[in-house]
């Protein structure tokens, strides 16, 4: 799944899908109207298929209403911290807190990326607790959740009677939504991959006393239990986790560097600096339509979510799934890097929120607390403030 979810990139190659698909909505609506043809694209490629974050919010609802239906464990969470529910519960309700355990272990590692923690116990009680704290009932969100995929392939049937879509592009249009799901797959079987790789690499940190930090820039080839009786192989993992690289030369093999032969390799490479201009708008791709105004606040790392208010414009190099508590707060996501299947651009559409993708230099000109409005009907940024 990993794999095959690359063909993505390749097929709207600098965004050459999207345009070709756009200029074919040019004919048959007859509208030049970028903000127009832009959503008009969006309502025919966004998936009806649900990904995992929304399975697991589906899932998570149905506790949020085991708890909405019981008083006892109501009050739980509406008067104490999630650390503190969870001692609790440990003590008052263990059936309750083995449901909590085994969503974790479902979906814990949908946030986990490279190297972790992933979602842990305690994050899904608080995401139960601001649900109950909300005061909307469950069952009401849940609805809106599959009446929103039913509406979605309503209103994609509604489109291509309107402007009668011939069957070629009905499957172009079909492909591009596959393509947006399958991305995602993409990144979850990475992230999944790496979540169980690391049970292995504990056992054996756990055998071999060699930290998991290390044991991480070993080289599939290098499994080999009697490597890890040589003393010399924590020295080398030492120097790779201190500065190394690997890329494919044109015989299509791995060249691997370390320590200084790496850092001269990287200072002979040409880089090209990008110009940081006066502008007061900013140009990228649209990747879900729609209009946001609020304050910006740049988030590149998980230690920049604690920075974002809600409402406030998420703007960052590329998001990934360890920033999702950031993006659910934000009005909309501004991105230097991506393109129609990036993560940035298949979350904004399932939260149905604004978003502006591949303007190359937004995090380098806006900065914290830039008043900004972003139109992503037209693919512009405005600076206001």
């Known amino acids: 799944m990993h794999v095959s979810g690359w063909f993505s990139n390749f097929v709207d190659h600098e965004g050459q899908g999207k345009k070709a698909l756009l200029e074919y909505l040019q004919k048959k609506t007859g509208s030049s109207d970028l903000a127009y043809l832009n959503k008009v694209f969006f309502d025919l490629t966004v998936s009806s298929s649900f990904s995992n974050f929304e399975k697991q919010e589906i899932e998570l609802l149905k506790l949020v209403q085991e708890v909405y239906e019981n008083q006892k464990l109501k009050s739980l969470f509406k008067n104490y911290p999630a650390k503190e529910i969870f001692?609790?519960?440990?003590?008052?309700n263990q059936t309750f807190l083995k449901k909590v355990k085994e969503h974790t272990e479902k979906y814990g590692w949908l946030t986990y990326q490279f190297e972790g923690p992933g979602w842990q116990e305690k994050d899904f009680l608080e995401m139960i607790k601001e649900k109950i704290q909300t005061g909307v009932p469950p069952k009401k969100l849940l609805k809106e959740i599959k009446l929103k995929k039913q509406k979605i392939v309503k209103n994609r049937e509604r489109l291509f009677k309107k402007f009668k879509i011939d069957r070629k592009h009905r499957l172009l249009f079909k492909f591009f939504e596959d393509l947006v799901f399958l991305k995602g797959y993409?990144?979850?079987?990475?992230?999944?991959?790496?979540?169980?790789?690391?049970?292995?690499?504990?056992?054996?940190?756990?055998?071999?006393?060699i930290p998991i930090k290390f044991l991480r820039y070993l080289y599939p080839w290098e499994f080999n239990l009697s490597l890890f009786s040589k003393k010399s192989i924590v020295k080398i993992l030492k120097e790779r986790y201190r500065y190394h690289l690997c890329y494919y030369r044109e015989t299509k093999n791995i060249k691997i560097l370390t320590g200084s032969e790496a850092k001269s390799f990287i200072k002979e490479l040409s880089w090209e600096a990008v110009k940081k201009e006066e502008t007061r708008e900013i140009y990228g791709d649209v990747a879900s339509p729609g209009k946001a105004k609020g304050k910006v606040c740049i988030v590149n790392e998980v230690k920049d979510i604690?920075?974002?208010?809600?409402?406030?414009?998420?703007?960052?190099?590329?998001?990934?799934?360890?920033?999702?508590?950031a993006i659910k707060k934000a009005a909309a996501i501004v991105t230097d890097m991506g393109g129609l299947t990036c993560h940035a651009a298949i979350v904004s559409r399932e939260l149905g929120i604004p978003c502006v993708i591949g303007t190359k230099v937004a995090t380098k000109v806006l900065k914290d607390g830039d008043l900004v409005e972003v139109d992503a009907n037209k693919g512009i940024v405005r600076i206001l403030k």
């Open 306 to 325: 604690s920075k974002i208010n809600k409402g406030d414009i998420l703007v960052s190099e590329a998001t990934n799934p360890n920033l999702m508590p």
């Open 186 to 209: 993409r990144k979850d079987s990475l992230f999944f991959g790496c979540y169980t790789r690391d049970k292995i690499l504990k056992e054996i940190s756990r055998r071999t006393k």
């Open 87 to 92: 001692q609790r519960l440990t003590k008052e």
